[in-house]
């Protein structure tokens, strides 16, 4: 069955350094993989998105890539401030228009 | 302002009961889509709809019920809720499934 994994529940960085939060995925062929950020009690906010015959994105201090081969996307948070604690969520989008959300990683950044 | 909005936001009832928790937008989206989302497994699909009279099953179908008679409104019904069905329920849309989903705040659903 399709599986999808964020690499740790919680990620605790210090303020300036980089976040880096991993989606791993196994008996999926994804057109497409979207990241977002959760705020508690709160509906996720997209980010970013990129297709399966890309290989990075970039978006002011965010980047990810997303390697078909490893089956597995990457998501950076660079220059990383205590406003950029949440949870952030992947999700894997195929040509049949389901969606698939994984799980999340909830990432605290100490001042 | 674009936005997708969900009522009630909050829902407490007891098993068997019917009910039905609305969700709006106003952006003109054609998918739109109900999420549950419980601790430790983050969001799962309820059902989709690619666009008005074309829905679909996502992962978690099972004990709702939902229709798209116009494009803005997609209501999410539980004919027999049961304590099972307790949890965060969000709705989003999005212009396809390949665009981003603007979500709604979501409902919160408790089920006694």
């Known amino acids: 069955s399709q599986k999808i994994e964020q690499n740790s529940e919680a990620l605790n960085i210090q303020e300036g350094k980089t976040a880096t939060l991993t989606c791993n995925y196994t008996?999926?062929?994804?057109?497409?993989l979207q990241w977002y950020r959760q705020d508690p009690g709160r509906g996720p906010v997209f980010l970013l998105l990129?297709?399966?015959?890309?290989k990075e994105k970039r978006k002011e201090r965010l980047k990810v890539t997303f390697d078909t081969t490893l089956k597995q996307s990457l998501f950076h948070i660079t220059a990383s401030q205590p406003a950029d604690s949440a949870t952030y969520l992947c999700?894997?989008?195929?040509?049949?228009?389901?969606?698939?959300f994984g799980a999340g990683t909830t990432v605290t950044v100490r001042a | 302002e674009a936005q997708v909005t969900q009522n009630p936001r909050y829902l407490i009832t007891v098993t068997g009961k019917k009910l039905t928790v609305t969700c709006s937008q106003n952006?003109?989206?054609?998918?739109m889509s109900w999420y549950r989302q419980d601790p430790g497994l983050g969001l799962r699909q309820i059902y989709y709809?690619?666009?008005?009279?074309?829905?679909d099953k996502g992962d978690v179908p099972e004990g709702y019920k939902v229709s798209r008679k116009e494009k803005r409104n997609f209501p999410l019904i539980l004919e027999s809720p049961s304590p099972n069905q307790t949890s965060l329920y969000f709705c989003a849309s999005s212009l396809t499934s390949y665009y981003e989903q603007y979500f709604g705040p979501g409902t919160r659903l408790t089920v006694t």
């Open positions: 008996n999926y062929s994804p057109a497409y």
């Open positions: 990129i297709r399966e015959n890309e």
């Open positions: 952006m003109n989206h054609e998918y």
């Open positions: 709809s690619m666009n008005v009279e074309v829905t």
């Open positions: 999700a894997l989008g195929s040509n049949d228009y389901k969606l698939s």
